[in-house]
């Protein structure tokens, strides 16, 4: 599991959802059901742990392993 995916799947289970429900093939709004509130708790743990600004796109319901995805071409970007 990467290192973007626990603190994902941390986060989630901190806002009550239940971990056997945390997959990286999850959709965010579809399959978790979290609103934008929720959405924004998980971008500042996600910057709290990664120090990097994430712009979570919550229109096109995105998958667990998306948002992983997207912190970790950050993170190598930030490498460079």
């Known amino acids: 599991m990467s290192d973007a995916i626990t603190v994902i799947s ?35 743990d996600l910057k709290k742990a990664f120090d990097l600004s994430i712009k979570l796109d919550f229109l096109n ?9 997207v912190v970790e071409t950050q993170l190598s970007c930030k490498a460079v």
Request: net charge negative; proline share 5%; no cysteine.
């Open 10 to 44: 941390k986060s989630l289970q901190e806002l009550g959802i239940e971990a056997s429900d945390i997959k990286p093939s999850a959709r965010v709004q579809s399959d978790l059901r979290l609103d934008s509130t929720e959405a924004v708790q998980i971008a500042l």
């Open 61 to 69: 319901d995105p998958t667990l392993a998306d948002l992983a995805k």
